[in-house]
């Protein structure tokens, strides 16, 4: 039981020359009742950021005091009409900006088993099934999640060799493949995972066990609508 609890202490602290994870997973926003208080200061914040100003700077355009700018940023307070009217001169954006995260609906996608998209990739040989599982276009995170569900079912004298912007996210569910990534080769099998920067050129190496399958998860930034 000791062990087990020093091994959670250790889990918990950062290794040397490392931050620790900036996000609690199971962290919850505040009550509902403060959202909009939120969204507006996180707006500001941001807005601020991107002109490159500071605080004492936005105070001096407004009017109003560097205690009344950290609480509206911070979430604390509601700022009045004549508040944010100041603000959106000051900072040039449409008073109707502030409310953007507080408005903008939040999505999610419900596929049903064995009715994800079926697409063809690049490189696609027979016997190599792509399945796209989900997919958000325009959400809050900044970044584009694409989950794919992959079969391979029949061996092939060549493999697809990929290589794209973003991280990907491989899960091992069915079979044994040994994946490529750059100059390294895995043996993946069901349970095994793999993490990679997708810029290497990466791809199945060799299919030791068919049917193989398994999740593969890419993210990359979102871009922008504009232009």
Do not use: C, W
């Amino acid at each position: 039981m000791k062990s087990n609890r020093k091994a959670a202490e250790q889990a918990e602290q950062a290794p040397s020359g490392r931050a620790p994870f900036s996000q609690d997973p199971h962290a919850v926003r505040e009550p509902k009742e403060n959202n909009l208080e939120m969204a507006i200061g996180h707006e500001v914040r941001a807005y601020r950021k991107k002109l490159g100003i500071t605080v004492t700077d936005l105070a001096a355009a407004t009017g109003i005091s560097l205690g009344m700018l950290s609480k509206i940023e911070n979430g604390n307070i509601s700022p009045s009409l004549t508040t944010l009217q100041s603000l959106s001169r000051a900072l040039g954006v449409p008073l109707t900006a502030f409310f953007r995260r507080y408005e903008e609906p939040r999505n999610a996608v419900f596929v049903k088993a064995g009715q994800g998209i079926e697409l063809e990739r690049r490189g696609t040989r027979a016997g190599h099934q792509y399945n796209l599982l989900g997919h958000i276009d325009n959400n809050t995170s900044g970044v584009i999640v694409e989950p794919y569900l992959i079969t391979l079912t029949a061996d092939s004298d060549t493999f697809p060799t990929f290589q794209h912007e973003g991280m990907e996210f491989l899960y091992m569910l069915e079979g044994v493949v040994v994946y490529r990534h750059g100059d390294q080769l895995f043996q993946m099998e069901p349970g095994d995972s793999l993490f990679f920067d997708a810029d290497a050129p990466h791809g199945p190496e060799q299919l030791v066990k068919l049917p193989s399958k398994y999740l593969s998860i890419i993210t990359y930034p979102q871009r922008s609508s504009k232009g």
